[in-house]
Antibody
């Protein structure tokens, strides 16, 4: 069974940093593109970033470019999102998701990031 | 970025009704269009990919169609468990973008 389990969320002050992790199991992690998708409270879904199987290609939504970094460790079956210079508008539930052109077939349960003083 | 315009933003229908949700892409995305269902407090669930292919395990009352840059999600015979928000998403080009969502309620 495919499982994606996020961790690392919490309360952080504006301008602070946070690192999210996503532990993958039940599939060959190194064979799939992986993404982060977020959802602000009461709002819709927003794709944040994705990373190729070997980490050689990474893409970001404009609003996080230069502040967020996606990475992966295939030996540890783990996906990461390093978030720096956090803003109030980054407050959201962050999901890791497996998929690509055929949609995101698998999602984690999400981890809440709250940016507030 | 490719804009996805989804309508309506909310709708109320009766059990057994046929329900349609529409998504318009701001440019050609071929059939790189996916539909998700999200229930409160839960992660989204993929219903349909490639505009009209039903994801494994999804009830056959859900279907998708396309006409140019217009895409439609249809629920044929609404069930109480279909109460949720529905989102379209283009996977033609990054940044992948979602529609604004449609909140479906039962009358």
């Amino acid at each position: 069974e495919v499982q994606l389990v996020e961790s690392g969320g919490g309360l952080v002050q504006p301008g602070g940093s946070l690192r999210l992790s996503c532990a993958a199991s039940g599939f060959t992690f190194s064979s799939y593109w992986m993404s982060w998708v977020r959802q602000a409270p009461g709002k819709g879904l927003e794709w944040v970033a994705n990373i190729k199987q070997d980490g050689s290609e990474k893409y970001y939504v404009d609003s996080v470019k230069g502040r967020f970094t996606i990475s992966r460790d295939n030996a540890k079956n783990s996906l990461y999102l390093q978030m720096n210079s956090l803003r109030a508008e980054d407050t959201a539930v962050y999901y890791c998701a497996r998929g690509g052109p055929k949609g995101f077939q698998h999602w984690g349960q999400g981890t809440l990031v709250t940016v507030s003083s | 970025d490719i804009q996805m315009t989804q309508s309506p933003s909310s709708l109320s229908a009766s059990v057994g009704d046929r329900v349609t949700v529409t998504c318009r892409a701001g440019q050609n995305i071929a059939t790189y269009l996916n539909w998700y269902q999200q229930k409160p407090g839960k992660a989204p669930k993929l219903l349909i990919y490639a505009a009209s292919t039903l994801q494994s395990g999804v009830p056959s009352r859900f279907s998708g169609s396309t006409s140019g840059t217009d895409f439609t999600l249809t629920i044929s015979g609404l069930q109480p468990e279909d109460v949720a928000s529905y989102y379209c998403q283009q996977s033609y080009r990054v940044p992948y973008t979602f529609g604004q969502g449609t909140k479906l309620e039962i009358k």
